[in-house]
């Protein structure tokens, strides 16, 4: 993610939502088949589950219903102080369907963005892929491998994000690194991204309520005094409108608490432990305008595919990540990525350190890629095994504009790199899109993964 997910959008009216255990709902995960592929191209079934964030529970007092946390403010009563906190209060179970509009059939996974649910109405989410326990989640590592969906966003309007993604998440969501937590992956606890994001309310087994403060244009949001930060590899950031690709990477492996300037917070954006920029390949911002959108080369307006693969510099899976490749698939012809045309750079169709380098040059940004270890990091990242992440939100932050519009908004749209996509500088405004387009949606379904070459027919 470009600028801070940190204020995600939730909205619950009248409930809200530690680290024990509720069991007022029964917790039941939404099933999804995911395939496995093998060279040749024959591919395995899995039967695998998604749990959602455990930040968008209900989170309540272990001994009854009291909400812990209501609207954007914690109870200062069950939760004098972190630990106590996490003591006192339970995240419970998930209506997927009734109060998130989260629903699975076979291989597809449909996320609704705003839904009207009996308690609340709720803005958004975010879940994980779990294992064949249903209660780990699955581990990637994919290099010199790759991975491949389907994904329908043609109802998915501008200032909205329908993201697929890896962060360096443990397994069982910190359970066992820090004992206060009794929850873990089977609630969706732990999460982590290169923004280090401060939206969190429980980070390494403790409530982020030291120095809470309640957003100021998200109702049921605030931030904490510490970030949580990881490796994030960004498959899949997009609209209709428009489409990333961004590796992510930190100087830790890992998910790492942050706090201070650690974080890389306003000003401290390039101080901090994290790429926050990240290096992304996005097609309209690199030159190339009439290949992804509505009745272009790879059409929004219905499905399609999407293949990524991650080379590595030996060909083998112990191999350094080298390079990043994009294609898709669509009415049954093969796409290949479009070519950057950006003066003064030499033409790309793929993300390598190379690139990464000529872009931040071309554009005038910041390197901070290179600087905290490049792709051969993002690789270090996949040897740790990383969490596949589906999502769908709005941005507080920055109104989407990073993705699918002129960022920043006070620079010059004709200057390199700074025009990403048609939207208007007006859009995406999160209160706008979540009275207009409450029934955006996004659905990700086909998910394959193997040896390069193996998820798609060419
Ligand atoms: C909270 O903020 C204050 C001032 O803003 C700062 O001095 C303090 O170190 C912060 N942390 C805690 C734990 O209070
Ligand atoms: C890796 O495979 C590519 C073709 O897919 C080939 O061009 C390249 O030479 C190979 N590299 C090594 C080190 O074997």
Not at 128 to 152: A, R
Not at 196 to 220: M, Q, R, V, Y
Not at 431 to 453: H, R, W
Request: aromatic residues 10%; contains cysteine.
């Amino acid at each position: 993610m470009f600028p801070s997910v940190a204020l995600l959008s939730l909205s619950f009216l009248a409930i809200a939502y530690g680290q024990q255990v509720g069991t007022l709902t029964a917790e039941t995960h939404p099933k999804l088949s995911v395939s496995q592929c093998s060279t040749g191209g024959s591919c395995q079934t899995l039967q695998r589950s998604v749990v959602l964030d455990s930040n968008w529970r209900w989170l309540h007092e272990t001994s009854g219903s009291t909400n812990c946390y209501t609207g954007n403010t914690w109870d200062a009563t069950i939760c004098p102080d972190p630990v106590t906190c996490a003591e006192n209060c339970a995240v419970d179970g998930a209506d997927y369907s009734g109060t998130y509009g989260i629903t699975t059939s076979g291989n597809a996974l449909t996320l609704k963005f705003v839904t009207n649910g009996p308690y609340s109405t709720n803005i958004g989410s975010r879940v994980y892929l779990l294992s064949d326990d249903d209660e780990n989640y699955e581990m990637f590592s994919l290099k010199n491998q790759e991975f491949t969906f389907d994904v329908d966003m043609s109802q998915l309007p501008c200032g909205l994000n329908g993201a697929l993604y890896f962060v360096e998440m443990d397994q069982d969501g910190g359970m066992s690194r820090f004992p206060n937590n009794k929850a873990g992956s089977k609630y969706g606890t732990g999460y982590c991204d290169t923004q280090c994001p401060h939206d969190i309310k429980f980070i390494n087994g403790e409530a982020n309520i030291l120095n809470w403060t309640s957003s100021a244009n998200d109702p049921n949001a605030g931030s904490g005094q510490y970030g949580t930060c990881c490796n994030e590899m960004d498959v899949w950031e997009a609209n209709s409108n428009g489409a990333a690709v961004t590796p992510h990477v930190c100087s830790v492996q890992g998910q790492t608490r942050c706090e201070g300037t650690d974080c890389g917070d306003g000003d401290e954006r390039y101080d901090g432990i994290c790429d926050k920029d990240g290096c992304d390949f996005n097609s309209w911002r690199m030159g190339d305008q009439t290949f992804l959108g509505s009745g272009l080369t790879v059409d929004t307006s219905s499905k399609f595919t999407v293949v990524t693969q991650f080379m590595t510099s030996d060909n083998t899976t112990s191999g350094t990540l080298s390079e990043i490749r994009r294609l898709y698939v669509q009415n049954g012809q093969v796409i290949a990525n479009s070519k950057t045309t950006i003066p003064g750079m030499d033409s790309f169709d793929s993300i390598t350190d190379d690139f990464c380098n000529a872009q931040k040059t071309a554009f005038g940004d910041t390197n901070s890629f290179e600087k905290l270890g490049g792709l051969p990091t993002m690789g270090e990242a996949f040897d740790q095994g990383m969490v596949l992440v589906m999502s769908v939100w709005d941005d507080h932050e920055a109104n989407m504009l990073w993705l699918d519009s002129d960022y920043p908004t006070d620079a010059n749209p004709s200057s390199p790199g700074v025009s990403r996509g048609p939207c208007a500088t007006s859009s995406g405004v999160p209160a706008t899109v979540e009275s207009q387009s409450p029934g955006a949606t996004v659905v990700f379904s086909n998910l394959k993964f193997g040896p390069i070459g193996s998820t798609y027919a060419s």
